[in-house]
Structure formats: C-alpha cells, structure tokens
C-alpha cells in the first residue's frame, strides 16, 4: 500500500483555501499511486489556536467534513484530515476523520491531550476512547500531535490490532526529538505503521526553533523503520507500507511478550 503525508503550509481562517490546496495535493496524490492522504494537524482552518479561539463558530466549521469528503470521492483517493469540530455542548474539539475513495466517513477521532496554554484557549480535551477502523485490510486508528508523545493510547490501539496509526500534526524545532525518536518507538513497540504529518517550516524562517514548524513528517514502521521522512520545506511525502505479516522468529514481539496481570500487581 502506498500513502502520501501532505507537509504543506495552510492558511490561518480560510478553510476554502486550505480546502482547495487538499483537493489539488489529493490529486497529485493519486497520480503518484497513493491510496490514503494525510494532512497535518488543523490543516483545513489552519493550526493557529489564538486566532482561532475568537474566530470559531458553529456556522464556519460545520460543513468542513462534508467538503472533505466530497474532495474525496472527487479524487477517488482516501483523506485522513485534521479540522475544528463544533461539539453539540458548544465546545471545539482538535478533530481527525477519515474518508474513505467514495467519500464515505469511516472514522473520526478528538484530540484528548491539549498542548501547553494555547490550545485550551480555543479547544477541550475529549475524553472519549479512540475507535479503530477497516479500511483496506487494514486496522487504522488516529492519535493527534501531543498524543502520540505518551505511550498508553498508541499501546491500547495496538491491542486491539490496529497495525496503521495516523497522526496529524503540529510541531516547531524544539519537538524535532518527536519524529526523530517517539515515532519510531511506537511503531517498534507496537509492531505498527505509525505516519506522522506535520506543517513545513516557513521560507525564510529564523533559526528560533520555536519561531514556526519543524516540518520532518515521518513514516515508521516494525522495528522503528524510517519508511520515509521529510524535510523542513514543503511535500508530498509518499511512503510504500509493507505487506501484512506475522511476527517473524527474532523479531521483538512486544505485544506478544508483555505482561500486564504482574505489571497491575506492581502497582
């Protein structure tokens, strides 16, 4: 199987812009083979949680996935996006769904981890589990940016067999130890793809890491394998998974080998 991670510049408060550079990089994708997109986190309002704070409303966000998923049975391939959900409480959440080549939503997921004092100006953590997905003989499962970081929700979606896990995302230079390091530690510790999409570095950005993205979107795989991996500028990264297969003799089957009855009884 073949997907593409979309590291593209989106355009703070305009969905229609972000939108229309989806279904042009979604086209793009599917000329190159690719049968999923991924974009980074936010991508269709733009990842600016103090401008956004202000700018929600229920009316400018709510026919967001409806857009995505028309670009998709347009485009014929499968989007996996980050947008700004409205909650029926009133609250936002950080969201993720993915539609499959006909448009139809096969999964959806809110961010639970909230990043630093930003993100809760505009957004509430969710609570809710994350579900898994079939799409394609696979098990797919969503974290968003800061989720991927702790290690529990990535190890429950393992054990419930998800072998792909999307992460859409939102990083400056100082997380650079993210991609470089955690990515490629979930994916060997849960025997799983795990794609990772970020924002690129602006042109011309200052070597403050903290001034704008890091870009360096990644894809994982058994064993911590770089399956590809971007730079700081923008791309369409594409990346070919593996086939499905067993646990093979010497290989770490983590999973297999734990063992959580005595870890519950350390305390």
């Known amino acids: 199987m073949r997907i593409a991670l979309l590291q593209a510049a989106a355009t703070p408060l305009d969905p229609e812009a972000n939108l229309a550079a989806l279904r042009e990089r979604a086209a793009a994708a599917v000329a190159e083979g690719a049968e999923l997109i991924l974009t980074p986190e936010l ?29 998709a049975r347009a485009t014929g391939i499968a989007i996996a996006a980050s947008f700004p959900l409205t909650r029926p409480d009133g609250s936002y959440a950080i969201a993720a769904g993915l539609w499959d080549a006909t448009g139809a939503e096969v999964l959806r997921y809110e961010k639970v981890h909230l990043w630093g004092e930003i993100e809760p100006r505009a957004f509430t953590p969710s609570e809710d589990a994350p579900k898994v997905a079939e799409w394609n003989g696979r098990r797919v499962g969503f974290q968003i940016c800061y989720d991927i970081e702790f290690p529990e929700p990535a190890r429950g979606l393992a054990a419930q067999g998800v072998d792909l896990l999307l992460v859409p995302t939102a990083i400056d230079g100082h997380s650079q130890y993210v991609p470089e390091v955690l990515i490629r530690a979930r994916a060997a510790e849960n025997a799983m793809v795990v794609a990772y999409a970020d924002h690129p570095a602006a042109p011309g950005q200052s070597d403050d890491p903290a001034a704008g993205f890091a870009g ?36 770490a089957n983590y999973l297999g080998d734990r063992r959580p009855d005595l870890y519950t009884r350390w305390g």
């Open 216 to 251: 360096l979107s990644t894809v994982a795989g058994r064993e911590g394998r770089v399956l590809a991996a971007a730079g700081r500028e923008a791309e369409l990264l594409i990346a070919d998974l593996p086939e499905l297969a067993p646990i093979a003799p010497g290989e």
């Open 43 to 71: 991508f269709i309002s733009g990842y600016a949680p103090l401008e956004l704070a202000s700018w929600l409303t229920p009316e400018r966000v709510s026919g967001i996935p409806a857009a995505v998923a028309e670009i």
